[in-house]
């Protein structure tokens, strides 16, 4: 019994500590910044390869590496020579930040939309399933259930879909 009630005190006492607040402001932390829907955020199109903004997660399907760009959408690099990996599409999907492929169909985050990707001619992919509202999008204003730096919103860039982490210079906004 004594020690039950010791560990209950204890448990209080570290669950009722409060986060000090912030007497210097980075140059650079690691943080979230706001994803903004675009006007046009339902149109999915592939063009030539670009560069990497914001690396995410990575998905192997032989001969091809599958790299999202947090927001934007996803890589396709050719690794059938791996020592000499060559970018060979960008898959423009807004609001992206995961994947799955299974057979011939991708499937990825469109905003709040889980879409299917037809994928099995990556010069014409055409998007064969959408399920609107798949996904529930918090933290509006700031990410909910984050305790550190993150990008201050800024509204005339449109809606807060979502969060990504990065490096932030001088943020500005943190809890």
Known sequence: MRYLLL???????????????????PDEAIGLAPLYAVENWEDISITGPQAIQQLGKLYYKTPYIYATDRGRGIHV????????PVKIAFLQIPGNSDLAIQGNTLFANNVRDLVAIDISTLDSV????????????IGVNFPEGYAGFFECVDPELGEVVGWYETTLIKPQCWR
């Open 7 to 25: 560990s209950c005190i204890l448990t209080s006492i570290l669950f009722s500590a409060c986060i000090e607040p912030i007497e210097e402001i």
């Open 77 to 84: 690099i050719d690794n059938s020579d791996p020592e000499n």
């Open 126 to 137: 055409r998007v064969v399933d959408r399920q609107r509202d798949a996904f529930q999008i």
